[in-house]
């Protein structure tokens, strides 16, 4: 992978979402390929997974040099509990640690990079 300037980054978006038809079959074919055996709970993986490709999708169709930042703390996802400083930006919209999950797994495939 080239160099990146991770300096030239934003939060991933966790209120991207779709429902066209075009978007769920793309998800749908991924998934079927790479990740359906990967999980027990497919609903939350296959929702994970489509947030995290669609704002991949977003973020490289406005600026191809555009990353993504993800928190891959555990702790940073929700759990059920609600911290002292109240919730963090994840628990508010009930997005799991299946998120890290995801991204790495997408990493493993060679379909984004890290640092």
Same mark, same amino acid.
């Given at each position: ?5 991770? +300096?030239?980054? !934003?939060?991933?978006?966790?209120? !991207? ?5 075009? *978007?769920? %079959?793309? *998800? ?10 990967? %999980?027990? +709970?497919? %609903? ?23 990353? $993504?930042?993800?928190?891959? +703390? &555990?702790?940073?996802?929700? +759990? ?8 963090? !930006?994840?628990? &508010? ?6 998120? $890290?999950? $995801? ?13």
């Amino acid at each position: 992978m080239e160099d990146r300037d991770y +300096n030239h980054s !934003r939060l991933l978006d966790v209120h !991207r979402w779709s429902n066209h038809p075009e *978007v769920n %079959s793309f *998800v749908d074919s991924i998934y079927n390929k790479y990740f359906k055996n990967n %999980s027990a +709970n497919h %609903s939350i993986q296959k929702k994970h997974l489509k947030l995290v490709l669609l704002d991949l999708y977003v973020a490289w169709n406005d600026d191809p040099n555009l990353n $993504i930042a993800v928190y891959m +703390n &555990e702790g940073a996802y929700s +759990n059920g509990n609600i911290f002292n400083k109240g919730k963090n !930006r994840y628990n &508010e919209l009930n997005i799991k640690v299946t998120t $890290i999950k $995801i991204v790495l797994i997408l990493r493993e495939l060679g379909f984004n990079g890290f640092k």
